[in-house]
């Protein structure tokens, strides 16, 4: 009888540890960190705006109506890869086309009268970061960086009524009070689904601060514009 109670236990405890080992196989395969050769094509939509002073360093212009401007409703276009750097790191870098806006709006209490605008700043930019992803089949994503960028264009467009009713509108292009350059800090956190081996969808929240002025060393104000949004991308591993 004794033999026989020594013979279950030890049974019990072999089912046990094997058992044990199978499900630690299995967490291992359902959660680890990403090392794969990454292909993002990807869209940005964010709300930008930003800090806008005098320049004190030069005429102490004031903000007047500028003050009054709101955020602006913007999208981007990005072509990313990523590549393993070292351990459970991986380099993220790309192409983008870039964008920063402001806007205004302005009604007469008194008339028909009306103002408004929607001012866009358009960057070619390439966005380095550092990346980490943790999981199988739908795993957490994150990345930090910065994303340095050269000016492209500049686009105002104008809209007005005057106290008669009559409408009218006008786009302003300027390129000569704008830095050839900009740089701004960049940071996303959000998932990752792969559908199969290669193919998948990454959704990211997305800030971006610009850490350099947007305008020229003696111009009238210091303009660093900031932006809150999300990323959506398709994926190819390879």
């Known amino acids: 009888m004794l033999r026989i109670l020594f013979f279950c236990a030890f049974l ?9 080992l199978i499900n630690e196989s299995k967490n291992q395969s359902r959660f680890s960190f990403n090392q794969k050769n990454t292909l993002y094509l990807g869209i940005d939509a964010y709300s930008s705006f930003r800090e806008l002073y005098s320049n004190t360093a030069f005429l102490s212009t004031p903000l007047g109506e500028r003050e009054y401007e709101a955020p602006r409703w913007m999208t981007s276009y ?14 993220n870098s790309g192409l983008s086309f870039q964008q920063n806006g ?10 028909d009268s009306s103002f408004a605008y929607q001012t866009s700043f358009k960057y070619i930019g390439m966005p380095i ?12 994503y994150g990345a930090l960086g910065v994303s340095p960028a050269i000016f492209n264009s500049y686009l105002q467009k104008s809209q007005w009524t005057n106290e008669l009713g009559s409408s009218d509108s006008e786009e302003t292009s300027i390129q000569d009070n ?16 792969h559908i199969n081996d290669h193919f998948g969808v990454q959704l990211s929240a997305l ?32």
């Open 102 to 111: 402001e806007s205004y709006n302005w009604n007469s209490v008194n008339t």
């Open 129 to 140: 970061q550092l990346s980490i992803e943790y999981g199988n089949k739908i795993s957490i």
């Open 78 to 91: 990005s072509l990313r890869v990523e590549i393993p750097l070292f351990r459970i790191f991986k380099i």
């Open 12 to 20: 019990i405890v072999c089912f046990t540890s094997n058992a044990q």
């Open 207 to 238: 800030y971006r601060r610009q850490l350099n002025n947007t305008y020229k060393e003696y111009e009238d104000y210091i303009h660093k514009a900031y932006s809150i949004g999300f990323n959506l991308s398709t994926s190819y591993q390879f």
């Open 178 to 193: 704008c830095s050839s350059f900009i740089i701004s800090f960049r940071g996303n956190l959000g998932i990752h689904c």
